[in-house]
């Protein structure tokens, strides 16, 4: 795998992928997961966890932090260059020449077609990415009682991610010591 | 001197977006509309209908649409560079510091809380995305129909927008 194949998977990926930063999650990972195989479901729910950690757009996050994973500095830039180039390009020319084009009928009739199939395509990376988590009781426990701030209470994702890591530190101080194996801390 | 005017408050919006594109929103306003008044208020609206409507995120989309508008393609250049830069450099330095803490007992109990936490972040916006867009009986079955496709086939969600474009066209026009 070289430079070129992160750099066309992300242009792929970003030139795809509409409805903003979360609908492009669902082609990150098929491609990134299932695809390429560069990540396993696992890591590539931290890579989005470290993502949404930290400020700036999920997907261009993920990109990066992904194309570290897989070829260090020079590889999480070809990953960069690739998510974010199409969505640049396009814009431009949009911009420039055809702000009309939103009001195009055939636009629009296509874009009612895209929108509800953009929730099916997010809902259903979530079932894939939850197999081994939802397995667990503690991860299952723990989804369910984030769901409902995260949907209703327009919680600041940044308070989500805070709660989260501190039930997961929690856990691992109320859990017996003696059976469990030693971490290494390389 | 513009080109770096731009740079600049894209870097700054960049740093304080944190939680995904549309934090950024109200930041764009005040920095663009209020204080810069590089853009107007229809402006602003247009660009977040243009940033649905074309792929990629809405924080680079809007980056490249006020950039060109303030300052015309090298505009467009540097205001993108300038809010991509705060999160590649972070995103850099984690991945970085992981590569040697990732196995560490303490990392992964972090890990362990954190991975429901963003599934119910990502649900979350599934459920947002759900509440805005599946509105009449049409999209509900769009939405089924796609649901039901990624489930039973395997098709790549990417052929499933395509196919959604195309129903889309026959049904909506």
Known sequence: MNYLQIFLTFLKIGATTFGGGYAMLPVIRQEVVNRHSW???????????????????????TAVFVGYKVKGLPGSLAALLGAVLPSFLVILLVAAFFVQF???????AAFAGIRPVVAALIAFAVMRLGKTVFRKKFGLILFFLFLLPAVFLRFNPILLIIAGAAAGLLREALQPKPEREKGDAR | MIILQLYLSFLKIGLFSIGGGYVMLPLLEKEFIAVKGWLTA????????????????????????????????????????????????????????????????LVQAVFSGLR???????????ISVARATVLNLSAAVFAAAAFLLLVFTRLHPILILLLAAAAGLLVFR
């Open chain 1, 39 to 61: 990540l396993g479901e696992e890591e590539f729910i931290d890579a989005l966890a470290v993502a949404q950690s930290l400020p700036g757009a999920v997907a261009i996050n």
């Open chain 1, 102 to 108: 939103i009001e195009n009928r055939l636009v629009a």
């Open chain 2, 42 to 105: 229809t402006e602003f609206v247009d660009i977040i209908a243009i940033a649905e409507m074309t792929p990629g995120p809405i924080a680079i989309n809007a980056a490249t649409f006020i950039g060109y508008k303030a300052g015309g393609f090298w505009g467009s250049l540097f205001a993108t560079a300038g809010v991509i830069t705060p999160s590649a450099v972070l995103v850099l330095l984690a991945a970085t510091a992981l590569k040697h803490f990732y196995h560490n007992r």
């Open chain 2, 116 to 126: 429901p936490a963003v599934l119910a972040l990502i649900a979350g916006a599934a």
